[in-house]
């Protein structure tokens, strides 16, 4: 038996055509994590957390500590013309970044109590 044609499905036939089918994705669903019921105490107890000062302080000196160290590594401007522009915005950032981290240092070195 002899075949004139390969045998194609429709999707390889436009693809070799240079038609590109649109992408059949299905949106994820989001699984909600179950809590089961909560009574009203434990509510009130999630409605009311808040996040500890020192885990606060904490994240925020990680953050200006990866804010100056990419700072450090170098930040490039879309433009040349404005060159001398973005170099007074970016020392000014910088600066402003290392001010921040020394204001935080200090703050965390003080034994601080939270009030309700």
Same mark, same amino acid.
């Given at each position: 038996?002899?075949?004139?044609?390969?045998?194609?499905? !429709?999707?390889?036939?436009?693809?070799?055509?240079?038609?590109?089918?649109?992408?059949?994705?299905? !949106?994820?669903?989001?699984?909600?994590?179950?809590?089961?019921?909560?009574?009203?105490?434990?509510?009130?107890?999630?409605?009311?957390?808040?996040?500890?000062?020192?885990?606060?302080?904490?994240?925020?000196?990680a953050v200006n500590q990866a804010l100056l160290d990419?700072?450090?590594?170098?930040?490039?401007?879309?433009?040349?013309?404005?060159?001398?522009?973005?170099?007074?915005?970016?020392?000014g950032l910088y600066h402003a970044t290392q001010q921040?981290?020394?204001?935080?240092?200090?703050?965390?070195?003080?034994?601080?109590?939270?009030?309700?």
């Amino acid at each position: 038996m002899k075949i004139g044609k390969p045998i194609r499905s !429709p999707e390889a036939q436009a693809l070799l055509l240079g038609r590109v089918p649109k992408a059949r994705v299905k !949106p994820k669903r989001r699984v909600k994590p179950d809590r089961g019921v909560l009574g009203l105490a434990e509510q009130r107890a999630l409605t009311r957390w808040h996040k500890p000062l020192l885990a606060i302080l904490a994240e925020a000196l990680a953050v200006n500590q990866a804010l100056l160290d990419r700072l450090d590594v170098g930040v490039y401007g879309p433009d040349q013309e404005s060159k001398e522009q973005y170099r007074i915005v970016l020392n000014g950032l910088y600066h402003a970044t290392q001010q921040q981290q020394e204001a935080l240092e200090i703050f965390g070195e003080v034994d601080w109590s939270e009030g309700e």
